[in-house]
C-alpha cells in the first residue's frame, strides 16, 4: 500500500501493485483539474472529475469489458471506456459474478508459521464450565417479547434497589427478543432462533447464572428453551432441575406490582452467588473475540480491518479464539476461505453454510448485491465484490480451524480462527457471536455507527481520522491514522491487543459501555411466521 504524503497534498492509495484504480484518501476528495504529485499512485495525473473522499480514480484508460482492478482481483468490468484520471463509481462498473461453489481450492494454503505468544494475561472471572467472562453480569432470559415490557421495569428496578448492594456486579439485564410465539415453532429452521437464545443465556459473562421470566401461554416454553441437564447448575436445586422461571401466568401473581417484587426476588440469590466472585489472572488464550464492521467504507479495507487482522493473528498466536462472520461479505472470497482451511473438513463444511445461505437468499428472491448500503457507496465502496475484499482481511492471516451454524456455541476446544457462518446485519450478527460464546467484540467502522451490545463490550475502531475526530467520545481506536501515514497496521494491531487485553480485564472502559449504548438482540429466524 503506498499512503506517505502528507494529509493537506493530494493523496491516493492503491492496494496492490496491479491495481488499476486508487481511492482519494483527502477530506472532502480531490477537485477536477487536480494534479496527483510524486509519490502517490498515479503521480502525474490530471484528475478529470471531482472524486469524493474513498472513491476510486482510474490509474490508466480502461476500455469496455476491462476488469477493474482492486486488492489485485476484478471488482467489477468497465461498462464503457473510463480514461486515466475519471472517477470509476458504481455506475459504471458490471458488478462479477460470484464464483461457484465447486471447484475451490481447498486447505492448499500455508499459513506463516509464527512463534507462539507467550505469558500475555488479563484479569477476567473464571465459571464452572472453565470458560471465562470479561464481565460480571446478571442476563434475565426472557422467553418470548410479551415479557419484555415487564422485563424492562424490574431490570429498572433491580439496578436502582439492589445493584448497589452487590458492587461486584457489573450489569443487570434482560435479555430482549421478539421471537419465542406466533412462529412455526416445529419448523425444521427454528432450531437456529432457539439455540442462539439458549447459547446467550450461556455466555460466560452470565457466570452460569441462568434465571428466565415466562409468559406462561407461549410457544417457546422455558423446558424447552432450556431442557433440565443442558446448562451448568450453580445452586442447591439439583442438576435435573429445570432453569429458575417467575412465569407471568402464574396465578400467584396479582397485579403487576406482584410480578416486579417476584422477579427482585429471584434475582438476589443470583446476584449473592455473582457478587462473591472476583477476577483472576488467566491466560490470554481464554478471549473469545468477535469480528465485524458495519457502516463500511472503502478505508475499511484499507486501515481499520487490516489493523484487526494483524491483532486477529496475534489473538490466535496468543491461544486465543477469534470469530469473523457476515456469508454475504465474505461470499465473493469464497476461493480465499477454502484455501485458507485448516483441513478439507473444514473447507467442506465452510461450502457447506455458504451454500446454505445462498439458497435461504434464493427463496427470498434476494440478490446479493442487496448487501451493499446507500451508506457504503457514499464511503467509495461500489459492490459486494469490492466490499468482500476489504471485509475478509480483518480474519488476518491464520488458518481457518472451525466453522459454527448460526447458534451454535463454540466448544472449549475449538480455539483459533474460527468461521462463524452469520448474516452480515450488524445486530444479527452480534447476537450470534454472543450465542457463540464471545466475551470480547471488535466493530470496525467508516461512516460511523452507535452500535453497542449489553451482554459484552464492544471496542469500537473508525477507519478515518475524520470521523475520529467528529465522534471522539463513541470511537475507541482511531485506524485513520494508517492512511494518514503517523502509523502503521502492526503498530496499530499491537496497540489494538494490549487495548483489548485492559478492557477484558475490566481496567478500562469502551465509549460504548461508558454512555450505556445497547441495541436489542436481534434473533436470525429463517422459519415462518404464523
Known amino acids: 500500500m503506498n499512503a506517505h504524503s502528507p494529509q493537506r497534498s493530494p493523496l491516493t492509495i492503491r492496494m496492490r501493485d496491479v491495481d488499476n484504480v486508487a481511492i482519494v484518501a483527502n477530506d472532502g476528495g480531490l477537485p477536477a483539474g487536480t494534479v496527483l504529485p510524486a509519490g502517490v499512485p498515479g503521480a502525474g495525473l490530471v484528475l478529470r472529475d471531482k472524486v469524493p473522499q474513498g472513491h476510486k480514480l482510474a490509474l490508466s484508460d480502461l476500455t469496455e469489458g476491462d476488469a477493474v482492478l482492486r486488492y489485485g482481483v476484478p471488482i467489477g468490468y468497465a461498462l464503457t471506456a473510463i480514461p486515466a484520471g475519471s472517477w470509476v463509481h458504481e455506475r459504471l462498473l458490471q458488478m462479477p459474478s460470484a464464483r461457484a461453489l465447486e471447484g475451490l481450492p481447498i486447505a492448499t494454503v500455508k499459513p506463516p508459521v509464527h512463534a507462539p505468544l507467550d505469558g500475555y494475561t488479563f484479569e477476567g472471572y473464571r465459571n464452572a464450565d472453565g470458560s471465562v467472562g470479561t464481565r460480571n453480569i446478571l442476563a434475565i432470559t426472557t422467553t418470548v417479547q410479551c415479557v419484555a415490557g415487564v422485563v424492562a421495569q424490574a431490570v429498572a428496578r433491580i439496578k436502582a434497589e439492589l ?35 439458549k447459547n446467550i443465556s450461556l455466555n460466560p459473562n452470565f457466570g452460569g447464572e441462568v434465571m428466565v421470566v415466562s409468559l406462561g401461554c407461549e410457544k417457546l416454553q422455558p423446558s424447552r428453551l432450556l431442557p433440565p441437564g443442558s446448562f451448568p447448575i450453580v445452586d442447591e436445586r ?11 401466568q402464574d396465578d400467584a401473581h396479582v397485579g403487576f406490582m406482584s410480578m416486579l417484587d417476584d422477579i427482585l426476588q429471584t434475582a438476589k440469590p443470583h446476584l449473592e452467588r455473582l457478587n462473591a466472585r ?9 478471549l473469545v473475540v468477535g469480528v465485524q464492521c458495519g457502516g463500511s467504507d472503502a478505508f475499511s479495507g484499507v486501515t481499520a480491518n487490516p489493523a484487526v487482522g494483524f491483532c486477529a493473528d496475534l489473538l490466535v498466536r496468543a491461544g486465543a479464539t477469534i470469530m469473523f462472520s457476515e456469508n454475504t461479505e465474505v461470499r465473493d472470497a469464497v476461493e480465499q476461505l477454502t484455501g485458507r482451511a485448516a483441513s478439507a473438513d473444514v473447507a467442506e463444511a465452510i461450502i457447506r453454510e455458504l451454500g446454505w445461505y445462498d439458497r ?35 480474519s488476518g492471516s491464520s488458518a481457518i480451524s472451525h466453522v459454527l451454524s448460526p447458534g451454535d456455541k463454540l466448544r472449549r476446544d475449538q480455539r483459533g480462527l474460527v468461521y462463524a457462518a452469520t448474516p452480515a446485519s450488524d445486530f444479527i450478527c452480534g447476537t ?28 469500537k475502531v473508525a477507519t478515518r481520522t475524520d470521523l475520529a475526530r467528529r465522534w471522539h467520545d463513541l470511537m475507541d481506536i482511531n485506524a485513520g491514522r494508517i ?47 404464523t
Not at 165 to 175: A, F
Not at 238 to 248: I, Q, R
Not at 278 to 286: K, L
Not at 361 to 368: E, F
Open 278 to 286: 472476583r477476577r483472576e489472572t488467566v491466560p490470554a488464550s481464554e
Open 360 to 394: 435461504y437468499l434464493d427463496r427470498g428472491r434476494v440478490d446479493r448485491a442487496a448487501n451493499t448500503t446507500p451508506g457504503n457507496k457514499a464511503g467509495g465502496l461500489s459492490n459486494i465484490a469490492e466490499k468482500a475484499m476489504g471485509s475478509i482481511i480483518k
Open 238 to 248: 439439583g442438576a435435573d432441575a429445570g432453569p429458575e422461571t417467575v412465569c407471568l
Open 163 to 197: 445493584l448497589p448492594l452487590y458492587p461486584h456486579v457489573d450489569d443487570v439485564i434482560g435479555l430482549e427478543h421478539s421471537y419465542g410465539c406466533g412462529v412455526a415453532i416445529d419448523a425444521p429452521d427454528a432450531v437456529i432462533p432457539i439455540r442462539t437464545l
Open 432 to 459: 450470534l457471536q454472543l450465542a457463540a460464546g464471545m466475551n470480547l467484540h471488535i466493530f470496525t467502522t467508516g461512516r460511523g455507527t452507535p452500535y453497542g451490545l449489553a451482554e459484552c463490550p464492544v471496542v
Open 483 to 529: 492512511a494518514d501515514g503517523e502509523a502503521t497496521i502492526e503498530e496499530t494491531g499491537w496497540a489494538m491487543f494490549q487495548f483489548l487485553l485492559d478492557v477484558a480485564s475490566g481496567r478500562k472502559k469502551t465509549w460504548a459501555e461508558h454512555w450505556k449504548l445497547h441495541n436489542a438482540l436481534v434473533l436470525f429466524n429463517p422459519a415462518p411466521v
